[in-house]
């Protein structure tokens, strides 16, 4: 257990669903991430947060999208999905180091992901 | 944007043996991570080990250690005394030293194999 709780840990939606994934950190860290996982391929950062704040979108079509309400939830709003948009979502979060603390050391603490099925 | 490469998709050892997973990676930056994650069937990523590329130490965690050579922007992970949990993928990946810039990119993955 890394202290990233994700649920659910399958969905399976219709492309005109509405649906939303949950991350969950115990960790008190600062940044929190969505990736894509796809077979074969590798992992597609969606979104990054620091500090609730979004510092990265990673061109992720509209149809995705995140909220960061406080620095220990991420959720990851879905809709009208697309059958390509099936894969594993991982959400992940570190301590990165602020002006006050350089001594973080910067590594990711993943969930156990979503597996999304659009049919 | 910094790309990283396994070249390796499935590898098999036999347990008891040594294995070397490659990894090389592409980047103009002098500092920065470099790290290697196991993920098992139950899917949750696992760091298994971490390189700061200022250190010219290569890091070890138990039966596992790296290779990390610079100037050849190469990263590659060796287990010694394979085990059957060892069985995952694993996943080299990288990010800036820069202050408050957290990207990561991952390479494509080694599947890992172990053989009884």
């Known amino acids: 257990e890394t202290g990233v709780t994700q649920t659910p840990r399958h969905l399976v939606m219709g492309m005109t669903n509405k649906k939303s994934l949950k991350c969950e950190q115990h960790?008190?860290?600062?940044?929190m991430y969505w990736y894509k996982q796809s077979a074969k391929k590798p992992l597609e950062l969606m979104f990054v947060y620091n500090f609730k704040e979004q510092t990265e979108n990673n061109s992720v079509p509209s149809r995705f999208s995140p909220e960061c309400p406080n620095s220990s939830h991420l959720f990851l709003h879905l809709h009208t999905l697309q059958p390509e948009d099936s894969a594993l979502y991982l959400c992940?979060?570190?301590?990165?180091?602020?002006?006050?603390?350089?001594?973080?050391?910067?590594?990711?603490?993943f969930g156990a992901g979503t597996r999304l099925s659009v049919l | 944007a910094q790309t990283v490469t396994q070249s390796q998709p499935e590898m098999s050892v036999q347990e008891a043996e040594t294995v070397t997973l490659s990894c090389t990676y592409d980047?103009?930056?002098?500092?920065?991570?470099l790290f290697w994650y196991k993920q098992p069937p139950s899917r949750q990523m696992i760091l298994v080990i971490r390189?700061?590329?200022?250190?010219?130490q290569n890091a070890t965690e138990n039966r596992f250690s790296v290779n990390f050579q610079k100037a050849a922007k190469s990263f590659s992970l060796k287990i010694s005394d394979s085990q059957l949990g060892d069985a995952a993928m694993y996943f080299c990946?990288?990010?800036?030293?820069?202050?408050?810039?957290?990207?990561?990119?991952f390479g494509s993955g080694t599947k890992l194999n172990v053989k009884p």
């Open positions: 960790l008190g860290h600062n940044a």
């Open positions: 980047t103009s930056e002098s500092d920065y991570y």
């Open positions: 990946a990288y990010r800036s030293g820069a202050y408050n810039f957290n990207k990561f990119y």
């Open positions: 992940a979060s570190s301590q990165e180091p602020t002006s006050g603390d350089l001594s973080a050391k910067n590594i990711q603490y």
């Open positions: 390189q700061e590329a200022y250190k010219q």
